[in-house]
């Protein structure tokens, strides 16, 4: 079946442009997070959403920074007025609730991510 | 805080042979899950193996086995018959409770080159 999909794979933009990222996530993920990877580092949490509400967008690191998502489906991470520590890989992934109670857990599944140059 | 540690920025195996990656996590929850992610060069995020901290049984993915010590919160992959293909970053999660919903925190990754 489908999985992730993220797009674009690359993109380079010049320093004080807006992009766009987008994330498809699987059909019936009702979870979907956004991530940050800069070059050899670990994953830095964003936002998550649940549906379409967003109840924790801690990672946020400025308010440069937003996300929206629409029908419980696909998302949009914008970044406005874009500096060159933006630089990085954006990971998106959607995932499913397993388990039950205090044993729940969410399996996440990753799109491929999307390469964000700013020079 | 929840924190993870991966104390291996960087590993080396013969083909063929076993290698061992470390995790380490500190948690105050009794019931959680740790996960063990690859990430290869395409980028792509892929599961390796998931624990859930309520079973005493080490997880077992074909190749893949985790030793899992939940009282020294340790956290351990253990590939065996390395392949080519094994080469990657790998990431050990921790899975915990923020509101509703369970989230990840990431260690930074052990690199996995795998000689021939």
């Known amino acids: 079946g489908a999985g992730v999909s993220q797009s674009p794979s690359n993109k380079v933009t010049e320093k004080g442009k807006d992009v766009e990222l987008r994330c498809d996530p699987i059909s019936g993920h009702t979870a979907l997070y956004w991530y940050r990877q800069s070059l050899g580092q670990g994953l830095e949490f964003l936002i998550y959403f649940q549906g379409n509400s967003a109840p924790d967008k801690s990672g946020l690191p400025s308010d440069r920074f937003s996300a929206e998502r629409t029908g419980g489906s696909v998302s949009t991470l914008t970044i406005q007025r874009t500096q060159q520590e933006d630089s990085a890989v954006y990971l998106c992934?959607?995932?499913?609730?397993?388990?039950?109670?205090?044993?729940?857990?969410?399996?996440?599944?990753f799109g491929p991510g999307t390469r964000l140059t700013v020079l | 805080a929840q924190t993870v540690t991966q104390s291996q920025p960087e590993m080396s195996v013969q083909e063929a042979e076993t290698v061992t990656l470390s995790c380490t996590y500190d948690t105050s929850e009794s019931d959680y899950y740790l996960f063990w992610y690859k990430q290869p060069p395409s980028r792509q995020m892929i599961l390796v193996i998931r624990?859930?901290?309520?079973k005493q049984q080490n997880a077992t993915e074909n190749r893949f086995s985790v030793n899992f010590q939940k009282a020294a919160k340790s956290f351990s992959l253990k590939i065996s018959d390395s392949q080519l293909g094994d080469a990657a970053m790998y990431f050990c999660a921790y899975s915990r409770w923020a509101g509703n919903n369970r989230k990840l925190i990431w260690g930074l990754g052990t690199s996995l080159a795998v000689n021939p």
């Open positions: 624990q859930e901290a309520y």
């Open positions: 992934a959607s995932s499913y609730r397993a388990g039950r109670g205090l044993r729940m857990y969410n399996e996440q599944f």
